[in-house]
């Protein structure tokens, strides 16, 4: 599947900002089974300082600095990529999940893509004993560790009721589990939670989800804006598998990745530092246009093309 995705992320500050530092995580990257085609990255007002790096994970980080007083802060991004998925394994062809726990503990391998990276609390997940309790009746012993992962998917997806007002971006995965309720950052955490506290792998990643689905299928949880689901670690052989709990989905074209890492704080999209007093206010639209036969298919209600005006800096 081709796809052109468009997102235009809003900051609104209730007083003039003289001063910003910030760091973006919006842009995709070449992995594999992903491939960019195109971008276009702008940000207004123009920042007088602007380098792009590579995180440890493989993700692009801009480095934004702004020295001219603004009351708003616009990011614009336009992708154009393409998604190649393979065929998916079948659950039960994976290994054991506890042979899977002890190729991952004795791992030497420390590179990005390494499951020793995902096997320990990370800043906002901790090892929770009800959430490993909970996650632990995926896995009856002798379970195939991708067997195992997909019912764990679905017990989240059907036990738990999405709900945008339930939690904000802080809360800890234990609160969500004790209310079973939140988003796809709430789900993520918990499944990734409950994984590690079994000692299997399991990394956070951030993207995007088709905005309309194919013709008969019902529209996905989390597609008007950045989405969030589990990958997770099925032993050397099949590697890393994306599961989507959000939707009860196992990843394949209808997502594209924006960024991977431990958790939330290793893949948020805007983060830094900036001067000024007052309330601010968060705005994000996104589209996920599918590219059939060369022309792209025009969602219904789209939320991004709004009128943007005011000086933009642009990074291809």
């Not at 919006?26 to 085609?37: A, D, F, K, T, Y």
């Not at 339930?166 to 969500?176: I, K, M």
């Not at 079994?198 to 019902?218: D, H």
């Not at 246009?289 to 060369?294: E, L, M, R």
């Amino acid at each position: 599947m081709k796809y052109d995705i468009h997102q235009t992320t809003t900051y609104s500050y209730a007083s003039p900002v003289p001063v910003a530092r910030h760091v973006v995580r919006m842009m995709p990257v070449e992995r594999l089974g992903q491939r960019i085609e195109s971008t276009r990255f702008i940000v207004k007002p123009e920042p007088v300082e602007w380098t792009d790096s590579t995180d440890f994970f493989g993700n692009r980080v801009s480095h934004i600095r702004i020295e001219t007083p603004h009351t708003r802060f616009v990011v614009t991004t336009h992708v154009r990529v393409e998604v190649v998925a393979g065929p998916l394994p079948a659950p039960e062809d994976s290994p054991p999940w506890e042979l899977v726990r002890e190729q991952g503990a004795a791992s030497g391998d420390l590179g990005p893509a390494s499951p020793v990276h995902h096997l320990f609390p990370s800043p906002l997940i901790r090892l929770d004993p009800e959430i490993t309790a909970w996650a632990e009746q995926s896995f009856p012993p002798g379970r195939a560790m991708l067997a195992g992962a997909v019912d764990l998917m679905s017990r989240l997806y059907n036990e738990f009721t999405y709900d945008s007002k339930a939690t904000d971006v802080s809360t800890p995965p234990g609160e969500a589990f004790a209310i079973r309720r939140g988003v796809c950052q709430d789900f993520a955490h918990i499944m990734i939670s409950g994984l590690r506290g079994l000692g299997l792998p399991a990394a956070y990643v951030s993207g995007f989800l088709r905005t309309e689905p194919p013709p008969g299928q019902e529209r996905l949880q989390g597609a008007d804006a950045t989405h969030a689901w589990v990958n997770v670690w099925c032993g050397p052989g099949i590697g890393w598998q994306g599961l989507d709990p959000t939707n009860d989905l196992r990843v394949a074209t209808d997502h594209v990745v924006l960024a991977v890492g431990r958790d939330y704080s290793d893949v948020a999209p805007v983060g830094g530092v900036l001067v000024g007093s007052g309330r601010q206010k968060l705005g994000v639209a996104v589209d996920v246009v599918p590219i059939i036969d060369g022309r792209p298919i025009a969602p219904t209600g789209s939320k991004s093309g709004r009128e943007r005006k005011g000086a933009s800096s642009e990074r291809r």
